[in-house]
């Protein structure tokens, strides 16, 4: 019986890879420990490009991404796309603008460094307020990858050009002015406050709303954009923080009880520069919350100690980011926080309502390094913790619903009897 253990390993292996493979969606790679320490980042040159034949394009807005842009055959337009610095998570965001002196139909090649996959779907707008995506007759993905089963390296769109601007974007264009204008209409409500709790590498405020009774000592956390071009996980927090902020008898009586921090946007300097992934130190913020090399991190870490230093105790926070497909990232349900159970019945909760929806839910790994920011609002506040990923692709009507039975199912729960 001396093999014994090695057929159970070799078995329990299958098993393993078994169980990996037969996943059906696609989460992110296992987190890894990297240095956070700044790192230089490269800023675009920001200009219009006359490309001839009456055929310009620009990268002159917050949120732009543009490295590149070349026109051949007269009507044939290439551009280039490279990220703020390598490595970097495989997130090619871009966002350009294209007019012409007249008329024209042109193809529109959206290309990038090497090694990189096209993943944005194009979306298009006329006043970078109403997006629709590029209309697949119109689309073609890199054929020849494809056909091979593997991503795509670009994609090509056919476009009417004129002399009225048109913006092509991977997602809608949501910059850190857009959020703080929202951010600051919400606050003129009397139950919602705004502060500024720190600034961002480059100076820009890191705004906080805070919803509630500002005397309570039950807090919870809300963050998002720490990854720029995560607009649907922005989605998803729009609405669900709208809801905490509506005037009714269930939303009133769990602010009388609880206060609800939120930073909607965490990394405003990656955000304005069209980042991938990255601050302007360079650094994804969501593996500095175990160094808090940068000042996004810091600031909100100083102001939750500041809280607990005050006698709060966090009882919930939700990250908000995007990714595939929707999942959330959770904490390993066996271990107790200030509420124990609360993150899975909300899951649960949430699909209940909606028809055929089963959630794809990945406990953290306990030997996973503990950098991001759910693990941080666990192990450092017992707060239960999760990271909400909306997938890029999920439709804007279905985030809503996510975004607001979301709020409408933590608010019933916690002034449930089960959490009282
Ligand atoms: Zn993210």
């Known amino acids: 019986m001396k093999n014994f253990g090695w057929i159970v390993l070799i078995l329990m292996s299958f098993l393993f890879v078994f169980c990996k493979t037969d996943t059906k969606w696609k989460g992110q790679e296992p987190l890894q420990k990297v240095i956070t320490k700044t790192r230089p980042v490269q800023y675009q040159l920001k200009k219009i490009w006359n490309l001839g034949n009456g055929i310009f394009c620009s990268n002159e807005f917050d949120a732009a991404r543009l490295n590149g842009a070349v026109l051949t055959d007269d009507s044939f337009i290439t551009v280039l796309i490279t ?64 056909a091979k089963g ?57 705004n906080l709303l805070q919803i509630g009774n500002p005397e309570s000592k039950k807090l919870m956390m809300v963050l998002s954009r720490q990854h720029p071009p995560e607009i649907t996980g922005w989605l998803a927090m729009k609405w669900f923080v709208e809801t905490l902020c509506e005037e009714n008898s269930v939303a009133e009586k769990f602010k009388d009880e609880y206060r609800v921090f939120v930073v909607p946007m965490v990394n405003p300097d990656g955000v304005d520069h069209g980042h991938w992934r990255h601050n302007s130190g360079g650094i994804d913020l969501n593996r500095d919350w175990e160094d808090f090399n940068q000042p996004e991190t810091k600031a909100i870490k100083h102001f939750m100690e500041q809280q607990v230093a005050k006698g709060g105790k966090f009882y919930f926070s939700i990250d908000f980011h995007s990714t595939f497909e929707d999942i959330y990232y959770t904490i390993d349900p066996k271990l107790k926080g200030n509420m124990p159970g609360l993150v899975p019945d909300l899951i649960n909760s949430v699909a209940e309502e909606i028809e055929g929806y089963e959630p794809n839910i990945r406990p953290n790994d306990l030997n996973e390094p503990k950098i991001s920011s759910t693990s941080f609002f666990f192990y450092n506040f017992g707060a239960e913790a999760v990271t909400y990923e909306i997938g890029d692709g999920t439709s804007r009507k279905l985030i809503r619903k996510k975004g607001e039975l979301t709020a409408k199912k933590l608010m019933d729960l916690v002034m449930s009897s089960k959490y009282q």
């Open 83 to 146: 990220a703020e610095n390598t490595p970097v998570n495989s997130s090619p965001w871009y966002a350009f603008k294209l007019w012409a002196d007249t008329i024209k139909n042109v193809k529109l090649k959206i290309t990038y460094s090497d090694g990189v996959n096209h993943r944005y779907f194009p979306r298009i707008s006329s006043d970078k307020i109403t997006w629709n995506t590029v209309d697949s007759a119109y689309y073609l993905a890199d054929t020849a990858s494809v």
């Open 150 to 206: 593997e991503s795509p390296k670009f994609c090509t769109v056919s476009l009417t050009l004129s002399t009225d601007t048109i913006w092509i974007s991977a997602q809608e264009i949501i910059t850190a002015d857009d959020i703080n204008g929202w951010a600051g209409k919400l606050a003129e409500k009397p139950s919602v406050s705004m502060e500024e709790i720190g600034s961002s590498f480059e100076g820009r405020p890191i």
